[in-house]
T-cell receptor
Framework: AQSVTQLDSQVPVFEEAPVELRCNYS??????LFWYVQYPNQGLQLLLK??????LVKGINGFEAEFNKSQTSFHLRKPSVHISDTAEYFC???????????FGTGTQLKVEL | DAGVTQSPTHLIKTRGQQVTLRCSPK?????VSWYQQALGQGPQFIFQ???????QRGNFPDRFSGHQFPNYSSELNVNALLLGDSALYLC?????????????FGDGTRLSIL
């Protein structure tokens, strides 16, 4: 079975500052890793994914994440946040091939002026 | 190209009733998964349908059932509703076996149980 831990339930940050949202996972098999964003009253939108290859993955809206196999982490980063980045962010793992996604509990990113 | 569409967007029911939620997958997708997202939580996997059969199931009671139609659309049925069933129900579609195509989510149905 897989599990995902997002240690930070809330992350406040000022506009134009950098941010890192942490994600750790556990799995006995190789997994695919994802970050999704959820704006209020909406579904989930894919930010980026790691399937294999380069451990640094670039996604939409200037976000990137780095896969670290030894630390079983997949932290999300953005060098300069905008007010519009305020949302809930979910890290998820999948065993691959269209299997179920296992999500973390989410991190609320609040960008302040 | 329409993405994943869900209906209705909101629903209010009372305890003991039953409910049916509907999902149309993104064009070209053949697999539909359902998730339950309680307030302040991450989505929890309910089940997945492929070729009109339940392919995988999460840790949900038999009160939760589903169906997939030949056009790949899907329904989620919940019987004997409990207060704890209040949540956002998300549908996601994908192409089975295509790892390059992650699951696409609809905007969900918000179910409130009184």
């Amino acid at each position: 079975a897989q599990s995902v831990t997002q240690l930070d339930s809330q992350v406040p940050v000022f506009e134009e500052a950098p941010v890192e949202l942490r994600c750790n996972y556990s799995s006995s098999v190789s997994v695919y890793l994802f970050w999704y964003v959820q704006y209020p009253n909406q579904g989930l939108q894919l930010l980026l994914k790691y399937l294999s290859g380069s451990t640094l993955v670039k996604g939409i809206n200037g976000f990137e994440a780095e896969f670290n196999k030894s630390q079983t982490s997949f932290h999300l980063r953005k060098p300069s946040v905008h007010i519009s980045d305020t949302a809930e962010y979910f890290c998820a793992v999948e065993r691959g091939g269209g299997n179920k996604l296992t999500f973390g509990t989410g991190t609320q990113l609040k960008v302040e002026l | 190209d329409a993405g994943v569409t869900q209906s209705p967007t909101h629903l209010i029911k009372t305890r003991g009733q039953q409910v049916t939620l509907r999902c149309s997958p993104k064009s070209g997708h053949d697999t539909v998964s359902w998730y339950q997202q309680a307030l302040g939580q991450g989505p929890q996997f309910i089940f997945q349908y492929y070729e009109e059969e339940e392919r995988q199931r999460g840790n949900f009671p038999d009160r939760f059932s589903g169906h997939q139609f030949p056009n790949y659309s899907s329904e989620l049925n919940v019987n004997a509703l409990l207060l704890g069933d209040s949540a956002l129900y998300l549908c996601a579609s994908s192409t089975l076996g295509d790892s390059n195509q992650p699951q696409h989510f609809g905007d969900g149905t918000r179910l409130s149980i009184l």
